[in-house]
């Protein structure tokens, strides 16, 4: 089996069962503030098992590609959503669950002006800007306990534009 991965353009439908895609697609579903602001409503399914929604700022270094992913990792009580606060793009990487564990994992490019939500529970990569400053306000659950398992390949994989 081929351990390379060849990041593609990131579209609702092909995220779609690993979570939201939010971008200003198509047309606003209102016109707000004196016709001046299109509203692109309720774009992000957040989802919790308990605790609250808290809204934090990550600032992560770039890396390249081909880059080299070596760890997945999910968040079983509650969806998180990025949201890049410059107009550049990033790797998006997900992973199926089978049993317990991650299966093939799949790698999206974002385009700019696009954000995304991994529904809870869903095996992803690290935050991966490809460009400064790496900065995003990130959506996801505050409470008590643990709410992270990582995985670990033993074989790393090689993803690829």
């Not at 390379?4 to 990131?10: E, G, H």
């Not at 979570?19 to 957040?46: F, S």
């Amino acid at each position: 089996m081929s351990r390379t991965i060849i990041a593609r353009p990131l579209t609702a439908q092909a995220f779609a069962p690993y979570g939201d895609v939010l971008d200003t697609a198509g047309d606003p579903d209102k016109i707000i503030n004196q016709g001046m602001c299109g509203r692109y409503h309720d774009r992000a399914r957040l989802d919790f098992s308990d605790g609250r929604a808290g809204v934090s700022l990550f600032k992560a270094e770039p890396r390249a590609l081909p880059y080299t992913l070596d760890l997945v990792e999910r968040h079983p009580d509650g969806s998180q959503c990025f949201v890049p606060m410059s107009m550049t793009a990033f790797l998006v990487i997900v992973a199926p669950d089978i049993d317990g564990t991650p299966g093939t994992p799949d790698a999206f490019l974002t385009a700019p002006g696009q954000a995304i939500n991994f529904h809870r529970g869903t095996w992803h990569g690290v935050l991966t800007p490809l460009e400064a400053p790496g900065l995003f306000a990130v959506i996801d659950r505050i409470g008590a306990g643990a709410n992270l398992e990582e995985h670990h390949f033993d074989t790393p994989w090689t993803v690829t534009d």
